[in-house]
């Protein structure tokens, strides 16, 4: 899949079912990890808090394989060959379970946020703001 939407679309859930893992790094030069649900978008002012450094940026696609081990698309939020931070936002936790990337683009993993939260020892909070789709 190479969208949230389209992954939602072929699962026949909602797009927030869907949870996406970004990889960013710090002004610190640390590659973090953020988890949202599909129909969301990340706010990066609140990871950079979250994260206790004062900007945060996309990682390119070369930092992002290095430091996960995983393709842009298809990126997992758990199952790295380093520990890296690992942040959650907080809508994620209203869903019963989702899915995230399964290592490859074409593969999704099915889990619950308490078991995300478990395996990743994330840490929650509010990471991101609604798209216009999702807005009322």
């Known amino acids: 899949m ?3 939407a389209a992954a939602a679309q072929e699962l026949g859930i909602a797009v927030g079912g869907i949870f996406k893992s970004l990889v960013f790094t710090t002004d610190a030069d640390e590659v973090l990890v953020v988890v949202l649900p599909g129909d969301r978008r990340v706010d990066f002012k609140a990871v950079a808090r979250a994260a206790g450094c004062r900007k945060v940026a996309f990682a390119s696609r070369e930092r992002a394989l290095e430091a996960t081990g ?3 698309g298809g990126t997992p939020p758990l199952g790295h060959p380093h ?3 690992v942040f959650v936002d ?3 936790l209203e ?6 990337g399964g290592g490859r683009p074409e593969l999704l993993l099915r889990l619950t946020p308490a078991e ?3 395996v990743t020892k994330g840490t929650v909070g509010t990471l991101s703001i609604p798209t ?5």
């Open 2 to 4: 190479t969208t949230a």
């Open 70 to 72: 995983y393709p842009p």
């Open 83 to 85: 520990p890296l931070r």
């Open 90 to 92: 907080a809508s994620v």
């Open 95 to 100: 869903y019963p379970e989702g899915y995230g």
């Open 116 to 118: 995300l939260l478990r």
């Open 132 to 136: 216009e789709a999702t807005t009322p």
